[in-house]
């Protein structure tokens, strides 16, 4: 019995085979290919739509927007590697007739149009609309850190710097010892010569420049970390450890984990970003209200109070900030806010009266202060000061309260965020292997964002659609 035997690599053929038949009806590229099929490039932003009518023939942004989703759908981001792919991968070669541009031309498509990936990914946002894959009531929001292009060492703050000064100033002067004592008596331990410890200081002091001037430009700045490769990376701290990056937010909607609002900040907590995702998921989703979960990291007032103006019902745990917790004292939590009264009861049952407001960093603060805590016998178990004690309130408190009250009343939403928000990642770090950027600065970090959750969404779409729903939906009426 023989093997099975391909087709001899000399053998003419009589008719030359199309590429079409290489690509079954059912492969999810003619779904891609249609998709940026149906859109309008103009409209969309995109440049060279209509070419000019003298000079060089452009692309066509649709066949790199084709490329560039079909990259990113099969994990494969370089422009140098999609550049050999045009060449060898048949699903490419049939996806961009045969076109194969240089890895130049690919990346500065993406450099160029960082702006309208977002536009792209609303589209398939509209489609998913379409296909009623979105349940528009609940969303769960969180973060990840991705790492930049920017090693560790090669991102500073103050102390850092400050370290790396004091320990140069000590190595220089070590050198200047050995150089004073270069022409002393000889001894049977190797040592530097002369021309090597000159050599080292001037280094050393070069370095030492360099370290000077980066701590000036921090003191020149309200910024308080400086990169010196993507100067927008920060340094971030997550469960394994300090990573410098940035931080990827996400909104998943609850009906099929589908991606309905994505942003990149380089902000290292997740305080400011609640609303910004939320309203952005709410008109993504084209609805009136809606519920949005997140976790401690989000609790801010002001964020909660846009977020209900906007017809947005959070759903966060409440934080515990309180330094008190930590020595073993009293925390806010424990002190009763009786609202009628406008007072504090503490847990020895004094109240805590409204002294006076004041306004700081973006918040308005009122002060509650007791009186006769010196004779209070849980003093000691309440406060250090020797003052009486003090607790502040915001001014829209209330509606942490009430959110509070609604998380007691509904804790399976809290429960539910895991499920929810963690899919997406999973799949976009562990599937896809999108632990990191490509790109450089904030703008384009953006831009490799929304592709990375356009081909997240992508792939989730095919696996719940059939082909044939998929191309009626985009077939035009």
Request: net charge positive; glycine share 4%.
């Amino acid at each position: 019995m023989k093997h099975i035997n391909g087709v001899d690599r000399q053998q003419a053929l009589l008719l030359p085979e199309s590429i079409e038949d290489y690509i079954a009806l059912d492969n999810p590229v003619r779904f891609l290919d249609a998709f940026v099929g149906s859109l309008d490039m103009f409209a969309l932003g995109f440049a060279r739509t209509v070419p000019a009518a003298t000079g060089r023939p452009p692309y066509s942004p649709a066949d790199l927007l084709r490329l560039y989703l079909y990259g990113y759908l099969h994990r494969i981001r370089s422009s140098r590697a999609l550049e050999r792919e045009c060449h060898r991968n048949l699903e490419l070669i049939w996806l961009m007739g045969k076109l194969a541009p240089d890895f130049k031309t690919i990346a500065d498509f993406r450099r160029e149009h960082r702006a309208s990936f977002k536009a792209v990914h609303r589209q398939f946002h509209l489609l998913c609309r379409k296909l009623d894959l979105f349940g528009g009531q609940l969303v769960a929001i969180d973060g990840t850190k991705l790492a930049a292009v920017n090693a560790r060492d090669c991102n500073f703050n103050q102390k850092k710097l400050e370290e790396l000064l004091t320990r140069a100033d000590a190595r220089l002067e070590e050198y200047c010892q050995q150089l004073d004592q270069a022409d002393a008596t000889e001894s049977d331990e190797p040592k530097l010569t002369r021309q090597e410890l000159e050599g080292k200081i001037m280094t050393l002091r070069e370095k030492k420049d360099w370290h000077d001037e980066l701590l000036a430009q921090l003191a020149c700045h309200e910024q308080k970390q400086l990169s010196t490769t993507d100067p927008d990376a920060r340094k971030m701290h997550t469960a394994q450890g300090p990573v410098v990056g940035y931080n990827a937010q996400s909104a998943v909607d609850e009906k099929h984990k589908l991606i309905v609002a994505e942003e990149v900040t380089n902000e290292v907590t997740d305080l400011r970003q609640l609303f910004d995702l939320a309203n952005e998921a709410k008109e993504t989703l084209g609805v009136e209200k809606l519920e949005a979960v997140a976790d401690k990291g989000y609790y801010n007032t002001a964020a909660v109070s846009r977020c209900l103006q906007r017809g947005i019902t959070p759903y966060i745990q409440k934080a515990n900030t309180s330094a008190n917790t930590a020595l073993g004292f009293y925390a806010k939590k424990d002190f009763t806010y009786d609202q009628d009264k406008d007072v504090y009861l503490c847990p020895a049952g004094a109240s805590l009266t409204y002294r006076f407001s004041t306004y700081e960093l973006g918040r308005a603060l009122r002060y509650y202060r007791a009186s006769g805590c010196a004779r209070c016998p849980l003093k000691s178990q309440c406060t250090r000061n020797k003052a009486n004690r003090t607790i502040t309130r915001e001014e829209d408190e209330h509606l942490m309260d009430e959110m509070a009250a609604r998380v007691q009343a509904q804790p399976e939403k809290l429960r539910r965020r895991k499920m929810l928000v963690e899919h997406p990642f999973g799949t976009i770090k562990r599937w896809f292997g999108y632990t990191y950027f490509l790109v450089k600065g904030l703008e384009m970090v953006r831009a490799e964002w929304t592709l990375m959750t356009l081909a997240y969404n992508f792939k989730r779409v095919l696996n719940i659609i059939n082909m044939t729903q998929l191309m009626k939906a985009l077939a035009p009426v």
